[in-house]
């Protein structure tokens, strides 16, 4: 068939090689989001699928809206059968969906309909699940609520972090979305409308999002933790300032803190927390690198008696 693959950030990239070396189908272009501005010399760059298109000397269209006339105009004029899609970042018109006859096929990282949303892999290790996955589906004009095409499942370990989640995903989703794409070819796939039980949803998370309550349990701070790396970044406050903070080891040897209480020793740095504490591993304050909490406790020397957050 002949594709028009739609993605934007690193995650999407992993499909968008494997459907090249696969081989089988022709990806005639590549739509993605226009150039950010990033780094510290806020330049403007293109995004990781751009750039790999680029290397790959593949067409790249870069709509602000993919509902542009000149886009549409292109997009009739190259005719994919099909459009395959992981984390495009725009809501795609009707008249988009439109256009390839067998439509716009998404890669979405969760075993729909659990997790309909932005943020599905962190919603996932955040509510604790012990199983997750990537499903492909037909785009409709709802949130992630179109006839599925296959899934496959992924173990969710106890000490994953949403970025380790979301790498294999993106490795097993690649291989899921070339499988559908030689299934909706040859006419062996077909879509099954998702069951109306069991929607949740995963809407993208914020930076408020990402503040640890440590009045919560020791579990939960570590799977808000998880759950948060690499993004938004989970984090307190300590003497009015923000300390990022990497995921942390639950110490239920430690129930002598109250919520938010620090404990320094020589090699480690406990938090008190609803139930028992946390001993904090990689912390960032403002300005400063990421280092091991314990370093950084040296450095600021926080007096007895610290309490973070609010």
Same mark, same amino acid.
Request: aromatic fraction near 4%; hydrophobic fraction near 45%.
């Given at each position: 068939?002949?594709?028009?693959?739609?993605?934007?950030?690193? %995650?999407?990239?992993?499909?968008?090689?494997?459907? +090249?070396?696969?081989?089988?189908?022709?990806?005639?272009?590549?739509?993605?989001?226009?150039?950010?501005?990033?780094?510290?010399?806020?330049?403007?760059?293109?995004?990781?699928?751009?750039?790999?298109?680029?290397? @790959?000397? +593949?067409?790249?269209?870069?709509?602000?809206?993919?509902?542009?006339?000149?886009?549409?105009?292109?997009?009739?004029? /190259?005719?994919?059968?099909?459009?395959?899609?992981?984390?495009?970042? @725009?809501?795609?018109?009707?008249?988009?969906?439109?256009?390839?006859?067998?439509?716009?096929?998404?890669?979405?990282?969760?075993?729909?309909?659990?997790?309909?949303? @932005?943020?599905?892999?962190?919603?996932?290790?955040?509510?604790?699940?012990?199983?997750?996955?990537?499903?492909?589906?037909? /785009?409709?004009?709802?949130?992630?609520?179109?006839?599925?095409?296959?899934?496959?499942?992924?173990?969710?370990?106890?000490?994953?972090?949403?970025?380790?989640?979301?790498?294999?995903?993106?490795?097993?989703?690649?291989?899921?979305?070339?499988?559908?794409?030689?299934? /909706?070819?040859?006419?062996?796939?077909?879509?099954?409308?998702?069951?109306?039980?069991?929607?949740?949803?995963?809407?993208?998370?914020?930076?408020?999002?990402?503040?640890?309550?440590?009045?919560?349990?020791?579990?939960?701070?570590?799977?808000?933790?998880?759950?948060?790396?690499?993004?938004?970044?989970?984090?307190?406050?300590?003497?009015?300032?923000?300390?990022?903070?990497?995921?942390?080891?639950? @110490?239920?040897?430690?129930?002598?803190?109250?919520?938010?209480?620090?404990?320094?020793?020589?090699?480690?740095?406990?938090?008190?927390?609803?139930?028992?504490?946390?001993?904090?591993?990689? %912390?960032?304050?403002?300005?400063?690198?990421?280092?091991?909490?314990?370093?950084?406790?040296?450095?600021?020397?926080?007096?007895?008696?610290?309490?973070?957050?609010?």
């Amino acid at each position: 068939m002949k594709l028009v693959f739609a993605g934007t950030p690193e %995650v999407a990239v992993p499909a968008l090689d494997a459907l +090249i070396a696969a081989g089988r189908h022709e990806v005639a272009a590549v739509v993605t989001r226009p150039d950010a501005v990033a780094g510290r010399g806020r330049k403007l760059v293109a995004s990781p699928v751009a750039q790999r298109a680029e290397e @790959a000397g +593949i067409e790249v269209l870069k709509p602000g809206r993919p509902r542009e006339p000149e886009f549409l105009e292109r997009l009739r004029e /190259i005719a994919p059968d099909c459009c395959p899609v992981v984390a495009y970042g @725009a809501l795609l018109p009707r008249v988009a969906l439109d256009v390839p006859r067998h439509g716009w096929v998404n890669l979405h990282f969760s075993l729909l309909p659990a997790w309909r949303g @932005a943020a599905p892999v962190q919603h996932a290790v955040m509510a604790g699940d012990e199983m997750t996955g990537a499903s492909t589906f037909l /785009i409709e004009e709802g949130l992630d609520s179109g006839p599925v095409y296959g899934v496959v499942t992924e173990a969710v370990r106890a000490k994953d972090t949403s970025g380790d989640l979301l790498g294999r995903l993106a490795v097993s989703g690649a291989g899921l979305l070339v499988a559908t794409m030689d299934g /909706i070819e040859d006419g062996s796939l077909v879509a099954r409308e998702q069951p109306a039980d069991g929607v949740t949803l995963a809407p993208k998370l914020t930076v408020d999002n990402a503040e640890v309550d440590w009045s919560a349990p020791a579990l939960r701070v570590d799977r808000l933790v998880r759950g948060c790396t690499p993004a938004p970044g989970a984090w307190t406050l300590i003497g009015g300032e923000r300390l990022k903070l990497g995921p942390v080891t639950p @110490a239920p040897e430690r129930t002598d803190l109250a919520p938010g209480e620090l404990a320094v020793a020589k090699n480690a740095v406990h938090v008190g927390t609803g139930s028992h504490a946390v001993q904090l591993g990689e %912390v960032q304050a403002q300005g400063k690198k990421r280092m091991p909490a314990a370093d950084w406790a040296r450095g600021v020397q926080p007096p007895a008696g610290t309490v973070l957050g609010r």
